[in-house]
């Protein structure tokens, strides 16, 4: 299935894309990306962070939200986890490949956050989602 930004701009910038295990690497096309800005492009985008609640003695118990944790009841610790596994930006196709860590989501606005007022920025006339790639689109109504 692709997804076209022109009809979906707003619904997936706020989405989260989401990782399955074994998932292929998401392909986000760039604009203003060169060879003397590659690798602090790359530097970047490897640098999106979640966060997350865990309690020290049941790290399984990691969740987005703080709260107890429900071995122990003891308060979930927040800490930041990254959402990437491996960013390959090529300068040739003009995007970067994010591998995103088993689990881990990320949401286009922090791939744009993440870019700032940098060269470099998400090319939304050339933004496809292709594959098993998941969106998590919430506050958005269809029309009868």
């Not at 490897?46 to 990691?62: K, T, V």
């Not at 122990?72 to 596994?85: F, G, L, N």
Request: aromatic share 2%; charged share 20%; net charge neutral.
């Amino acid at each position: 299935m692709r997804i076209g930004i022109p009809l979906l701009l707003a619904a997936a910038l706020a989405a989260a894309i989401h990782a399955e295990p074994g998932s292929a690497p998401v392909t986000l096309p760039l604009s203003g990306l060169t060879a003397d800005n590659r690798d602090a492009v790359a530097g970047r985008l490897q640098a999106i962070e979640r966060r997350e609640f865990a309690c020290a003695e049941h790290p399984g118990s990691a969740s987005d939200q703080p709260g107890p944790c429900a071995a122990c009841h003891r308060e979930r610790a927040e800490r930041k986890v990254p959402s990437m596994a491996a960013v390959q930006a090529s300068v040739e196709e003009k995007s970067a490949h994010l591998t995103l860590a088993p689990g881990r989501s990320f949401r286009l606005t922090e791939v744009v956050a993440a870019l700032g007022d940098g060269p470099a920025a998400i090319d939304l006339d050339r933004l496809a989602l292709e594959g098993p790639v998941t969106l998590r689109v919430s506050g958005m109504r269809c029309p009868n």
